[in-house]
């Protein structure tokens, strides 16, 4: 077995106002749950929720972030978190022309995703999140600040592909079949094919010069916009980097919010644990929704 076999999907693309092609999965028909992943993953963590949220008989719409997965991978693109929330709020709005969804977001897909969110509340059916941020933290892993360092984090980064292969060593709780790996480190084979996984780390607003400290902080402003929204939260809890404290800070904005912890899960949540946290989705997605 192989990394395309389990993840059998037709691409589809979207050529951005940016420039860059945007790849996304579409499969099934109805409802669209629109899921965003972090880095340095991309749709094919997803695959098996997409299969399921099909065969449910909603929209399974998967997105791979600029730079990341089956997108162009452009070397002169700024990669900072208002480019990543203008893409999406492109190829949403204008592209697939949703006027209602549904949002699953993981790792920096929290940030882009409740990004959109926040300045189209009115379109946002439901949330799931997922081991994620979506406001100002100084809480940065030293293995994670080291990859940000002028000259030694190209190297570790693009040139070892040291981001990847630590996590997919370190995301997960459990080892990761063969064809799980593969599928991880698929689109990332080269230095040219690294670069947003570069640039995500260098996205992490750590004082208020940096070009994304200002969109994170309005963000985190605007999140209480979504809080009569149904919103599931899903937790690994070994997670080193986003931990159960951004938790604990996400279920005081959202107080109403359904909260399942996984102990046996870590960052890779969905694959360490995913037989039982795909169906307490599939239960929530099913949920009415007021229109």
Not at 32 to 57: C, E, K, Q
Not at 87 to 96: A, R, V
Not at 178 to 186: D, I, N, T
Not at 246 to 264: C, D, G, M, Q, S
Request: aromatic letters at 10%; hydrophobic letters at 40%.
């Amino acid at each position: 077995m192989t990394w395309k076999d389990l993840y059998p999907f037709a691409s589809h693309r979207y050529q951005t106002p940016d420039g860059p092609s945007l790849h996304y999965v579409d499969e099934g028909q109805g409802e669209a749950v629109v899921m965003l992943h972090g880095n340095p993953t991309w749709s094919f963590m997803y695959r098996d929720l997409i299969r399921r949220v099909a065969a449910g008989g909603q929209r399974a719409l998967a997105a791979d972030l600029i730079g990341c997965g089956l997108s162009d991978k452009p070397q002169d693109w700024p990669y900072h978190l208002e480019d990543h929330i203008r893409c999406i709020e492109h190829w949403l709005n204008d592209e697939l022309k949703l006027k209602r969804l549904t949002l699953v977001l993981h790792d920096w897909g929290g940030g882009v995703g409740m990004g959109y969110a926040t300045r189209h509340p009115e379109r946002i059916d439901r949330i799931v999140l997922m081991n994620t941020a979506a406001f100002l933290s100084d809480d940065c892993p030293r293995r994670i600040a080291l990859c940000r360092c002028p000259g030694l984090g190209a190297v570790l980064v693009r040139g070892l592909n040291g981001f990847v292969e630590a996590a997919i060593r370190m995301a997960p709780a459990k080892p990761l079949p063969a064809a799980v790996q593969e599928g991880y480190r698929h689109p990332y084979g080269n230095w040219h094919d690294r670069i947003a996984t570069q640039r995500f780390v260098q996205d992490i607003p750590l004082k208020p010069s940096h070009p994304t400290w200002t969109t994170l902080k309005t963000i985190g402003e605007k999140l209480p916009l979504l809080a009569d929204k149904p919103i599931l939260m899903c937790w690994g809890e070994q997670d080193f980097c986003f931990h159960l404290g951004f938790l604990a800070r996400l279920r005081e904005i959202y107080p109403k919010a359904a909260v399942h912890t996984y102990p046996n899960a870590s960052h890779y949540l969905l694959e360490d644990a995913g037989e039982e946290i795909i169906p307490v989705i599939e239960q929530f997605l099913q949920q009415p929704v007021s229109k």
